[in-house]
């Protein structure tokens, strides 16, 4: 089958090195425009585009995705099939125009977190097992026939970042498996059950909520941290600057008032509603990202408290 591959970030690539290393025929890959990015704003390619170069697959980068000359262009190479994974929503005239449809694979056990996010609400909610679904492209965002799931459990301890690295790989193996019984006509293609109006949500994390709650319980800010960790990161307010906490641990045998901080033996402890947490990692405001012992040497002062 002539495949076009759309995605962008770290988490497509896995997918289409596999196909390609097992003979697909991927014909072009579809990506973002490049961006500028860092501290110096250089303009950088998507990690899916610096693959593909690298396989010698085109690479088309659409400002427009309903733009004429980008569905002309699109027309050209006759896909049979297409593969999306972590790609912006498409038109219909795209997901539409291969024989055998378009395909998408979601960081989730759909129907549940639908959206944006779905890998940092299922830890967020202290989920125990999420996992990841092929399903086919149709008008409602997320709602298409299940091809095939897979499910992972979630480790206490375990971040985002580490759950969407587990997945990015695991994820490549069922896009293959996918395509397989798609090719052999073996899909059997399941509904998803839409009438559960309580399914739970995976929308685009905005910066307000990412910030951390102290009145909360120390199981619920743990998960909460977690969730964010490495990015978008929970944050807090050290005084007038943005405290960015990446990793906590909780400390029954301390109790201190919702925020307010403690220090002893080169650790640094914060209340909740119940018991204490440890601070491990975090990062301050125009700093980088360092243990506490390390943060602790660098700082004049202690606030009393954390938060507005």
């Known amino acids: 089958m ?10 497509s690539v896995p997918s289409l090195k596999q196909l390609v290393q097992e003979s ?84 989730s056990l759909l129907p549940d977190y639908r959206g944006a996010a779905p890998i940092n609400w299922a830890i967020i909610n202290g989920e125990k ?17 299940i091809i095939l799931q897979k499910e992972i459990l979630i480790e206490n301890d375990m971040t985002a970042g580490e759950l969407h690295d587990q997945m990015m790989i695991d994820g490549a193996v069922i896009v293959l498996d996918t395509l397989r019984r798609i090719e052999t006509g073996n899909e059997k293609p399941l509904p998803q059950d839409l009438s559960i109006r309580n399914h739970k949500k995976a929308p685009k994390l905005k910066k307000s909520d990412c910030k951390i709650d102290w009145y909360e319980d120390a199981d619920k800010i743990h998960n909460f941290v977690r969730g964010l960790s490495p990015y978008p990161g929970a944050w807090s307010k050290w005084e007038e600057k943005t405290l960015k906490v990446r990793k906590v641990e909780k400390s029954p045998q301390i109790r201190l ?52």
């Not at 002539?2 to 988490?11: A, E």
């Not at 697959?57 to 309903?66: D, F, G, R, S």
């Not at 999420?130 to 026939?145: A, N, S, Y």
């Not at 440890?278 to 390390?294: A, R, S, T």
Request: glycine share 8%; aromatic share 8%; net charge positive.
């Open 24 to 107: 697909y025929n991927v014909v072009a890959v579809v990506t973002a425009i490049d961006k500028p990015a860092g501290r110096g704003l250089q303009i950088q390619s998507s990690a899916i585009k610096e693959t593909a170069r690298s396989l010698g697959i085109p690479v088309l980068q659409p400002k427009n995705l309903k733009s004429s000359t980008f569905i002309e262009e699109l027309s050209t190479y006759n896909a049979d099939i297409q593969i999306v994974i972590a790609f912006r929503m498409l038109p219909e005239t795209v997901w539409n125009m291969p024989r055998f449809g378009t395909y998408n694979l979601h960081a």
């Open 2 to 11: 002539r495949i076009v591959f759309f995605g962008t970030p770290d988490f």
């Open 129 to 145: 097992k999420t996992g990841l679904t092929t399903f086919k492209l149709k008008h409602e965002i997320d709602t298409g026939d």
């Open 257 to 308: 008032n919702p925020g307010e901080l403690f220090t002893k033996d080169k650790k640094l402890f914060v209340g909740t509603s119940d018991c204490a947490l440890e601070l491990i990692e975090i990062q301050l405001e125009g700093k980088k990202n360092m243990p506490v012992e390390d943060f602790l040497r660098g700082v004049k002062s202690i606030p009393k408290k954390l938060g507005n």
